[in-house]
């Protein structure tokens, strides 16, 4: 397994016409977060099309399979990827957390008027807004969140308020 | 970096830009690249400091 290429990852999924927006760590980044983030969440459309897309490129094209070392090699399916439990996978350009819904029961057409386009590699790619993720970690009480919070809340300021002159 | 009053900010040196004005002034896709970019260091970093304390880890065994 190589070095994380998560831009390659996303444009991956993206060139594949899968439905999904990205949300977590790298959804603040794409906004100017100066955060580092390891791995790619996003949440997928549960239609059975969009399903069958993403799992024909996850196992196909990302040789994905679930993050436990430990037992045998388990392949994501249309039939995990229907519910909407969390997904936490390897992929050949790093870890993906496939997720259904997120808290709150949030799935993507709920998150979908609370995301904003991005380009990556001429790929046009839903992120979840920065004002909707601090939202989303002021609900958690995880020590990990609460210090992402504080980067997350300035880069919001800073972004939705007039610069200093 | 430091954190005053709920602002996260650099130490300033000769520089008045912060880290996020910094992320800021790159597109989205560039932003996402810097991301792998401190990745790839990180791994860099990891693979080093392991590869480092092997030679301890070996002195520490034979001594036992």
């Known amino acids: 397994m ?6 390659n990852l996303i ?12 949300v977590g760590g790298l959804a603040a980044v794409a906004q100017g977060a100066p955060i580092v983030t390891q791995d790619v969440d996003i949440v997928h459309r549960r239609t059975p099309e969009n399903i069958a897309r993403l799992v024909e490129v996850l196992v196909h094209t990302l040789d994905a ?7 045998p090699v388990i392949r ?9 439990g969390h997904s ?18 949030r799935d993507f057409d709920a998150l979908l008027p609370r995301s904003r386009l991005i380009e990556i ?45 | 970096m430091s954190v005053t009053r709920g602002r996260l900010e650099i130490v300033k040196y000769d520089s008045d830009v912060t880290l996020i004005d910094a992320m800021l002034a790159l597109t989205p896709e ?32 034979s001594r036992r």
Do not use: Y
């Open chain 1, 2 to 7: 190589g070095s994380p290429d998560l831009k």
């Open chain 1, 121 to 165: 590699r001429s790929h046009r790619v839903h992120v979840l807004e920065l004002a909707m993720l601090v939202e989303l970690k002021r609900g958690s009480t995880r020590p990990k969140d609460q210090l992402v919070l504080l980067v997350l809340e300035d880069t919001l300021r800073r972004t939705t308020e007039p610069h200093d002159p």
């Open chain 1, 65 to 71: 399979r679930h993050r436990d070392r430990t037992g």
């Open chain 2, 30 to 61: 560039e932003r996402i690249d810097q991301n792998d970019r401190m990745l790839r260091t990180l791994e860099e970093l990891r693979d080093g400091l392991a590869r480092s304390e092997e030679p301890h880890r070996d002195a520490r065994q």
């Open chain 1, 88 to 105: 936490l996978l390897q992929t050949n350009l790093g870890p993906l957390d496939v997720l259904g819904a997120i808290e709150g029961g």
């Open chain 1, 76 to 84: 994501p399916t249309v039939e995990v990827l229907s519910g909407s």
């Open chain 1, 11 to 22: 444009a991956t999924l993206a060139s594949h016409d899968v439905e999904f927006i990205v």
